[in-house]
């Protein structure tokens, strides 16, 4: 993947929240990109607030804003906001012909269309977990799920109390690798939690179980057990710096590539 000369010109949507912030303050460590605009919510008592004041001296000198001015130059967008403002984000990424990078979960099917539409006309990436550990995981469980076919499957997730969907983005894609390395779909054999008289855990299930509580930002456990071994791989988030590195990452790399969709993968390389 070809990278650009010049640091690439970055837009943040969802600029307010904890992922936004947690980019704004991790982009001028990240040789390569150059933050140009700071978007949040229209109505927001943020708009109009320099950066600095809350960010600190280290962050780009600008300030939030509600629109994008049509004279700021767009490179890529990150989108870390919510499914009720994914949609603005995508329109916008489309109508400045900007790569699209974005980390928003609880996505529905008609999003995932939009997203694949868009990728006809420019870059997309769109992952639910923007950590090299758990994109390490993600390659694990496909692998574990194909040598241990019949072991029971549970994914164990926790974060913290304000995260607003469930299962966490990450614990379906978990999900999704391990059914794909059983060849099955996984909304035939997803269970979501169990409570009452269930009976015996059928052949082949995956099991999710979303916990909540505190300031937990983001923990993840793929758990196979058979009758006399339990296996269980565990990716446990220390900040959200790792999320943000990795999503100006990809901003660095596909603001030159061609239109199309790209994964974690594609911008990690074969990590071996
Ligand atoms: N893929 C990954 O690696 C990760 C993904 N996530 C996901 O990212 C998303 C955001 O998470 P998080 O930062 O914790 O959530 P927050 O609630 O802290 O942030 C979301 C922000 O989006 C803002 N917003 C809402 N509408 C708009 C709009 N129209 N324009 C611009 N901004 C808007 C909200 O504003 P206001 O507060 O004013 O309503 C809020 O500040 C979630 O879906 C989460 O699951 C989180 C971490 C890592
Ligand atoms: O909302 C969060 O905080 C997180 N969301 C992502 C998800 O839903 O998987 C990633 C991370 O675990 C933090």
């Known amino acids: 993947m070809t990278e650009a000369v010049s640091p690439v010109s970055v837009a943040v949507h969802g600029a307010a929240g904890r992922m936004g912030q947690a980019i704004l303050r991790a982009a001028p460590g990240q ?13 927001s008592g943020l708009v109009d607030v320099p950066l600095q004041r809350i960010l600190g001296a280290q962050t780009a000198d600008l300030e939030f804003r509600a629109a994008l001015d049509p004279e700021t130059e767009v490179q890529a967008l990150i989108d870390f906001s919510g499914p009720q403002a994914f949609d603005g984000a995508l329109a916008l990424a489309l ?62 997730e926790m974060h913290h109390r304000r995260k607003a969907d469930a299962p966490s983005g990450t614990a379906l894609s ?20 169990r409570s ?9 299930q995956i ?29 446990r988030a220390a900040n959200r710096d790792i999320f943000a590195r990795g999503a100006l990452l990809a901003a660095r790399r596909l603001a030159a590539a061609p239109p199309g969709s790209y994964g ?8 071996g």
């Open 174 to 193: 978990l999900g999704q690798a391990v059914a794909e390395g059983r060849g099955v779909g996984l909304a035939e054999v997803a269970a979501h939690g």
């Open 31 to 43: 040789g390569g990109v150059r933050i140009s605009a700071a978007l949040v919510r229209p109505g």
């Open 95 to 156: 109508e400045r012909r900007a790569a699209f990078i974005s980390g928003t979960t609880g996505l529905d099917e008609a999003q995932f269309a939009a997203l694949r539409r868009a990728a006809e006309r420019i870059p997309v990436l769109w992952a639910s977990n923007f950590s090299l550990g758990i994109a390490l995981m993600l390659r694990f469980s496909r692998m574990a799920a194909k040598v241990l076919p019949d072991w029971d499957c549970e994914i164990v």
């Open 264 to 271: 974690m993968d594609d911008i990690l390389g074969d990590c």
């Open 207 to 235: 099991g999710f179980h979303a916990l909540r509580g505190g300031d937990v930002i983001g923990e993840h456990t793929v758990l196979f057990a058979s009758e006399d071994e339990r296996v269980e791989f565990t990716h």
């Open 196 to 204: 009452g008289q269930t009976g015996a855990r059928p052949a082949g």
